[in-house]
T-cell receptor, first 117, second 111 residues
C-alpha cells in the first residue's frame, strides 16, 4: 500500500521557537496533502489542505501566519509552527492522496507529537 | 459532506466477527463511504471504501444498504491488534476530498 512518512516523530521545543514538520509520500505522487491536528482524547481536526505549487487552503479558525505550509514538490509538504506556545502542543498528522491514480482514499503519516515547554 | 453517526464503543471477542455500524442518512449521490481506523498514538489507516455495492478486501468487508443511508464494516476474524477507533466518513472522491472525522467507534477486542 501507499506509504506516507513524517519527520520528526516527536519534538520538544521552547515557547517562542518555530518547528518544522515534514510529510513525504514515499511511493506515489500527491498533488494534494492534508494537515490535521489531534488533541488528547479528541478526534482529528483538519487544519489545511496543501496543494503542490500553490497556496494552502486553511480551515476556519486556523491561523495561516502561524501554521505555514509549503508543498514544494509532489512528494513533500512541510508544516511550520511559528512562535510555538504550549497550547500548540498536539499530535500533528498529515495525509496524502494518490489523486487521480486512486479513488479518493487517503494515506496517513504516523504523526508528529509536538510538546511546547 | 454528509454527517455520520456511530456508536461510541463496542466490544468483540477475539476470533469473532466485528460488525461496526454507521448511519449516514443524508449522504448524497456522489459521496462515497470511507472507513479508517486509528490505533492509539498512530496515524489513521485506510481500510475500505464503497459507493453502493458491497466491497471486500484483505482487511474487511463493507456492506452498504440499498438506500445508502447506512453501512456496516465487518472484520471477519477480529484480533487484539484490531483494537482501535474506527471512523466512518462520507466524502466525494476523485480529487482527494478533505475528510471530516467524527468521534468514531472505539472497538475493544478481548480474549
Amino acid at each position: 500500500g501507499a506509504v506516507v512518512s513524517q519527520h520528526p516523530s516527536w519534538v520538544i521545543c521552547k515557547s517562542g521557537t518555530s518547528v518544522k514538520i515534514e510529510c513525504r509520500s514515499l511511493d506515489f505522487q500527491a498533488t494534494t496533502m492534508f494537515w490535521y491536528r489531534q488533541f488528547p482524547k479528541q478526534s482529528l481536526m483538519l487544519m489545511a489542505t496543501s496543494n503542490e505549487g500553490s497556496k494552502a487552503t486553511y480551515e476556519q479558525g486556523v491561523e495561516k501566519d502561524k501554521f505555514l505550509i509549503n508543498h514544494a514538490s509532489l512528494t513533500l509538504s512541510t508544516l511550520t509552527v511559528t512562535s510555538a506556545h504550549p497550547e500548540d502542543s498536539s499530535f500533528y498528522i498529515c495525509s496524502a492522496s494518490p489523486g487521480q491514480q486512486g479513488t479518493g482514499e487517503q494515506y496517513f503519516g504516523p504523526g508528529t507529537r509536538l510538546t511546547v515547554t | 459532506d454528509a454527517k455520520t453517526t456511530q456508536p461510541p464503543s463496542m466490544d468483540c471477542a477475539e476470533g469473532r466477527a466485528a460488525n461496526l455500524p454507521c448511519n449516514h442518512s443524508t449522504i448524497s449521490g456522489n459521496e462515497y463511504v470511507y472507513w479508517y481506523r486509528q490505533i492509539h498514538s498512530q496515524g489513521p489507516q485506510y481500510i475500505i471504501h464503497g459507493l453502493k455495492n458491497n466491497e471486500t478486501n484483505e482487511m474487511a468487508s463493507l456492506i452498504i444498504t440499498e438506500d445508502r443511508k447506512s453501512s456496516t464494516l465487518i472484520l471477519p476474524h477480529a484480533t487484539l491488534r484490531d483494537t482501535a477507533v474506527y471512523y466512518c466518513i462520507v466524502a466525494d472522491t476523485g480529487t482527494a476530498s478533505k475528510l471530516t472525522f467524527g468521534t468514531g467507534t472505539r472497538l475493544q477486542v478481548t480474549l
